[in-house]
């Protein structure tokens, strides 16, 4: 069983930054070997794919409301994906999640069999 703690969210002004963290565990579970990503979800909206960064970290992909603002990182040693968010904007405000998947399809949300509970981000103007 896999397990997935988001931490690092709170309430900011526009114009901040937050740096989320992800650890992940499991007794049978290898970090190293799946793709991550984060996601988030506002009120009254489908959960959205934001970033995810390939198995040994050398590749990263964004979607375009992530594309300049944020960074996905991971430390393969810590077991434990980033994802720094700057120039923060109210649009922001969601509950934000990591995932983990074996599959190269990292824009799909179905294909996440593994996700952490989610950690608030509040963006006020």
């Known amino acids: 069983q896999v397990a997935l703690v988001e931490s690092g969210g709170g309430s900011v002004q526009a114009g901040d930054s937050l740096r989320l963290s992800c650890v992940v565990s499991g007794r049978t579970f290898s970090f190293s070997s799946v793709v991550m990503a984060w996601f988030r979800q506002a009120p009254g909206k489908d959960r959205q794919w934001l970033a995810a960064?390939?198995?040994?970290?050398?590749?990263?992909y964004y979607t375009d409301s992530a594309k300049g603002r944020f960074t996905i990182s991971r430390d393969n040693a810590k077991n434990t994906v980033y994802l720094q968010m700057n120039s923060l904007k109210p649009d922001d405000t969601a509950v934000y999640y990591c995932a983990a998947t074996g599959s190269g399809r990292y824009w799909d949300r179905t294909v996440y069999s593994s996700w952490g509970q989610g950690t608030q981000v509040t963006v006020s103007s």
């Open positions: 960064i390939s198995l040994g970290g050398t590749s990263t």
